[in-house]
């Protein structure tokens, strides 16, 4: 038989495989709480259980050295159209390996006050704009496009 926490767990797995829109805002998270879902790969479950995700927004100001790779690394959904990501620190190469792993689905892409671990923004836009034809991407504010 199983315990009550498994079945809610359970539960929970099956409810977001029907979200079609997440924002995920992190900055008023606590960061002990977060650092223990993060460690125990808790929320990237949950991430990743939502595999009718059209519309996904990771927006996490005030949380230092988080890396975009520990929300969504490796996760691929079949149906994401729009991603939005603000106040992220990036690898160069992990924004990559989403794009590539969404080029056939992904139409709009945002990017808000980024923080980029490499200097080579053009190879980015350049492999977006190859890889991603009938996407739109909108960079805001890029002046704050920053490299750490």
């Given at each position: 038989m199983n315990s009550p926490v498994l079945e809610d767990r359970e539960r929970l797995l099956q409810l977001l495989a029907?979200?079609?829109s997440f924002n995920c805002p992190l900055e008023d998270?606590?960061?002990?709480a977060l650092t223990d879902m993060i460690l125990t790969r808790r929320l990237k479950?949950?991430?990743?259980?939502?595999?009718?995700?059209?519309?996904?927004?990771f927006q996490y100001?005030?949380?230092?050295?988080?890396p975009i790779s520990l929300l969504c690394g490796g996760v691929?959904?079949?149906?994401?159209?729009?991603?939005?990501?603000?106040?992220?620190?990036?690898?160069?190469?992990?924004?990559a390996d989403i794009l590539q792993r969404h080029r056939n689905t992904l139409q709009k892409m945002s990017l808000h006050d980024l923080e980029a671990s490499a200097s080579n923004w053009y190879n980015v836009f350049?492999?977006?704009?190859?890889?991603?034809?009938?996407?739109s991407v909108c960079a805001h504010t890029a002046n704050s496009l920053k490299r750490s």
């Open positions: 029907h979200i079609k998270t606590d960061p002990e479950t949950y991430v990743k259980a939502m595999t009718n995700i059209e519309t996904l927004k100001s005030g949380i230092e050295n988080l691929t959904w079949q149906h994401l159209t729009t991603l939005i990501l603000q106040d992220v620190r990036v690898d160069l190469g992990d924004l350049a492999d977006l704009h190859n890889s991603l034809s009938k996407s």
